[in-house]
């Protein structure tokens, strides 16, 4: 037992170090540093011009003229304190910046999330009892040509259909400008309003891997000894299909969730785009394009810590779920 404990904890470190590592390299790989910028990548980017003096300034009154290992040991030293620096791009503290942006996306991902696995294990439990007939495999077709398209792709489709065309969501934005709401309801549902079509976008790029997969394990979950066995005692088709199999084909798509979430944490950052909502994705993209390393660090650390955390929690659903597995 306490072999395995020191093992876990020394995966748990040595995993941890690896992200940090990545996350302090990966912003200094990118050509320029944050004061070098003098043209823009796109149409409408802030342009920076500073003379070589103020330049210079600037990387000493951050640190970014030391040595890449000094600035990692201090890198790490400020961790420890939970210090995530200050944001060359927005003059503030990377934790407050975080915090300001962190909740609209924990909302659409979160509103995503429950979309797509509860939509993706209705289908595949209805393709299942419909095997090989015309609307298992008409749903099937669908689906998985429906997968082949991007998210930001299929984003840009909504917001041009119903943004555009139709009128009949925002274009932009997460909450209306200047709203006066006279309750809290009203507040929740401008939120929501704003939120509905980057919640769809993202569940629906990840609908067709719950449906494939609740699907196919149904389908072999359905051939087991026990299912013939509660069959042949005369427990109701419906019962052997919700209690029986829907229970333990649920087991994959638990685990895939977790990894769902990692997924769309990462998508998120296209539909933000897309979408121009206010959330970490939209900052990230600001924050790569201005090499503000101190909150590139910072969302990074974040969104990995977000996703160790959600497959923690998984493992944990799933001892539950099937109290034989040993995690």
Known sequence: ?????????FRFLLTLFVILAINFFLPRMMPGDPFALNSADEAGEEIIVMTEEQRQYYLNYYGL?????????????????GDLGRSIYYKMPV???IKLHLPWTILIVI????LSTILGVILGTISAKNR??????????????????????????LLLAFGVYFRVFPLAGAVTPFADYGSVLDQAGDIMYHAFLPIVTLSLAQLTGVYLLTRNT???????DYIRTAKAKGVGEKKVWNSHALRNALLPVVTRTGFMIGIMMGGAIL????????????????????????????????????ILVCNLA?????????????V
Do not use: H, W
């Not at 040595?67 to 990692?72: C, D, I, R, S, T």
């Not at 509103?111 to 429950?114: F, L, R, V």
């Not at 149904?218 to 087991?224: A, F, H, Q, R």
């Not at 900052?283 to 394009?289: E, G, I, K, M």
């Open 218 to 224: 149904l389908i072999t979950v359905m051939t087991k």
């Open 65 to 81: 003229d030391k040595p890449v290992p000094e600035q990692f040991v201090a890198y790490l030293k400020n961790l420890a304190t």
């Open 271 to 306: 539909v933000e785009s897309v979408f121009s909502y206010p959330g970490i994705g939209m900052t990230l993209r600001s924050a790569v394009v201005g090499r503000d390393y101190p909150l590139i660090q910072g969302i990074l650390l974040v969104l990995a810590i977000s």
């Open 132 to 157: 090989k007939k015309g609307s298992d495999r008409l749903m099937m077709t669908g689906l998985i040509a429906f997968a082949e398209i991007p998210s930001f792709l299929l984003g840009l489709i």
């Open 111 to 114: 509103c995503a999330t429950a």
């Open 95 to 97: 934790i407050d910046v």
């Open 1 to 9: 037992m306490d072999k395995d404990r020191n093992s876990f904890i």
């Open 314 to 326: 998984v493992d944990q659903i799933y001892k539950k779920l099937d109290p034989r597995v040993e």
